[in-house]
């Protein structure tokens, strides 16, 4: 996993085995290896601000380093029961958001940690979880499963925390297939259902009545070509203005990996009416290299949006929605349509797993299964 400060003076590196790996972007550098960053493979870096940054790791803890003081960690924390794989940052709030395969979505008062560690307590739990994320704005958390479902949880307020235990997972609604082939995401209702199935998609608030706040929606995305036959969502990214989401997927078969964007329907800019109305519209796709099986892909989004960087075998593949490298918002199909690929990179020795485009400059990092990063300046 590569991670960027926000404002570009440090690179880091998140290692399969127990280091994180600092450089400087621009020089390509090697700045500092922490050697023991913890105790089993580092998943996830996240800054919090321009020196204080977090780390995920398969220990089970999330670890807060200062870049002033990088010979021990601020402290460990401690409260998830399995790996640790993403963390994201609320900075209306500073609450720190992890999630891990033990299910769980947790939050972290890092107002007032301490040596001992910091105030926490679960946020939300589902089973099969992969992946979380905040949009932009932090109005809305997305949850990938590897049984193929993708979690909303609306108008998100992280000081709450949820009563799951009676909720149950409902398959959405598919809509038919548009006519050159695409899909649409349907979403599943937003209430409880009727009859003897007392199952809600509604959370409450604790020792409280149901909440307008978090309010759930659970969808199977449509992955072309997987109709009937499943799908894990392995890897999770947001748009950049929080138009759309972005997702790595691979068949149950594990045969087949998929890059699908999906536009957000309330909230998207203008654009032509869509019949029926969902939450999600699948406007882009296109079929990935499944080199590297078993193995996570990270994507990412440019700083401005027009471009997804996919990891593509021993290399990466720059992709846009049009040929111009237009905005989403410019290159909305009335059908399902095809990414456009606008480059292609292979300067690794093994299968590339991570990328990330730098915040503020016109530069991408890759890493692979090997250990190298690779830093590009793109040029068009």
Same mark, same amino acid.
């Given at each position: 996993?590569?991670?960027?400060?926000?404002?570009?003076?440090?690179?880091?590196?998140?290692?399969?085995?127990?280091?994180?790996?600092?450089?400087?972007? *621009? &020089?390509? %550098?090697? =700045?500092?290896?922490?050697?023991?960053?913890?105790? /089993?493979?580092?998943?996830?870096?996240?800054?919090?601000?321009? %020196? $204080?940054?977090?780390?995920?790791?398969?220990?089970?803890? *999330?670890?807060? @380093?200062?870049?002033?003081?990088?010979? &021990?960690?601020?402290? &460990?924390?401690?409260?998830?029961?399995? @790996?640790?794989?993403? *963390?994201?940052?609320?900075?209306?709030?500073?609450?720190?958001?992890?999630?891990?395969?033990?299910?769980?979505?947790?939050?972290?008062?890092?107002?007032?940690?301490?040596?001992?560690?910091?105030?926490?307590?679960?946020?939300?739990?589902?089973?099969?979880?992969?992946?979380?994320?905040?949009?932009?704005?932090?109005?809305?958390? $997305?949850?990938?499963?590897?049984? +193929?479902?993708?979690?909303?949880?609306?108008?998100?307020?992280?000081?709450?925390?949820?009563?799951?235990?009676?909720?149950?997972?409902?398959?959405?609604?598919?809509?038919?297939?548009?006519?050159?082939?695409?899909?649409?995401?349907?979403?599943?209702?937003?209430?409880?259902?009727?009859?003897?199935?007392?199952?809600?998609?509604?959370?409450?608030?604790?020792?409280?009545?149901?909440?307008?706040?978090?309010?759930?929606?659970?969808?199977?995305?449509?992955?072309?070509?997987?109709? /009937? %036959?499943?799908?894990? =969502?392995?890897?999770?990214?947001?748009?950049?203005?929080?138009?759309?989401?972005?997702?790595?997927?691979?068949?149950?078969?594990?045969?087949?990996? @998929?890059?699908?964007?999906?536009?957000?329907?309330?909230?998207?800019?203008?654009?032509?009416?869509?019949?029926?109305?969902?939450?999600?519209?699948?406007?882009?796709? *296109?079929?990935?290299?499944?080199? +590297?099986?078993?193995?996570?892909?990270?994507?990412?989004?440019?700083?401005?949006?027009?471009? =997804?960087?996919?990891?593509?075998?021993?290399?990466?593949?720059?992709?846009?929605?049009?040929?111009?490298?237009?905005?989403?918002?410019?290159?909305?199909?009335?059908?399902?349509?095809?990414?456009?690929?606008?480059?292609?990179?292979?300067?690794?020795?093994?299968?590339?797993?991570?990328?990330?485009?730098?915040?503020?400059?016109?530069?991408?990092?890759? +890493?692979? $299964?090997?250990? %190298?990063?690779?830093?590009?300046?793109?040029?068009?």
């Amino acid at each position: 996993m590569v991670s960027r400060q926000p404002h570009q003076s440090v690179l880091t590196v998140a290692c399969e085995q127990t280091e994180v790996l600092l450089f400087d972007p *621009i &020089s390509s %550098r090697h =700045i500092k290896t922490l050697t023991e960053a913890h105790e /089993d493979c580092v998943n996830n870096i996240r800054f919090l601000d321009n %020196r $204080l940054f977090a780390t995920c790791s398969d220990d089970t803890t *999330i670890a807060l @380093w200062d870049l002033r003081k990088l010979n &021990s960690k601020v402290c &460990s924390l401690h409260g998830h029961a399995s @790996w640790v794989k993403n *963390i994201e940052y609320d900075t209306n709030t500073r609450l720190l958001v992890t999630s891990g395969f033990d299910g769980n979505v947790i939050t972290w008062d890092t107002n007032r940690f301490t040596e001992d560690g910091c105030p926490h307590k679960k946020f939300f739990h589902t089973r099969y979880l992969m992946r979380m994320r905040l949009t932009p704005d932090c109005s809305k958390m $997305l949850i990938s499963t590897s049984s +193929g479902y993708l979690l909303i949880l609306h108008d998100l307020d992280l000081t709450q925390s949820l009563e799951v235990g009676s909720y149950r997972m409902l398959r959405a609604r598919r809509t038919p297939l548009s006519s050159d082939g695409g899909t649409s995401a349907s979403r599943s209702a937003c209430t409880p259902r009727q009859g003897n199935d007392s199952s809600k998609l509604h959370p409450h608030r604790e020792g409280q009545g149901l909440s307008p706040r978090n309010s759930l929606e659970v969808l199977t995305p449509e992955i072309p070509g997987e109709r /009937d %036959r499943g799908n894990c =969502i392995t890897s999770l990214q947001l748009h950049p203005k929080g138009w759309a989401t972005l997702i790595r997927c691979s068949s149950n078969m594990d045969d087949q990996e @998929w890059t699908c964007v999906y536009e957000f329907q309330e909230g998207a800019p203008t654009r032509p009416p869509v019949s029926p109305r969902c939450s999600l519209r699948l406007t882009h796709y *296109i079929e990935e290299a499944n080199v +590297g099986r078993g193995y996570i892909k990270e994507l990412c989004f440019s700083p401005d949006g027009r471009l =997804i960087c996919s990891p593509y075998g021993y290399g990466v593949r720059l992709l846009a929605f049009d040929e111009r490298c237009g905005e989403l918002v410019d290159c909305l199909p009335i059908q399902t349509s095809c990414l456009r690929e606008i480059r292609s990179i292979y300067s690794h020795s093994d299968v590339v797993l991570t990328t990330k485009f730098s915040p503020t400059h016109c530069q991408l990092a890759s +890493g692979c $299964l090997s250990g %190298r990063v690779a830093l590009y300046q793109p040029k068009f």
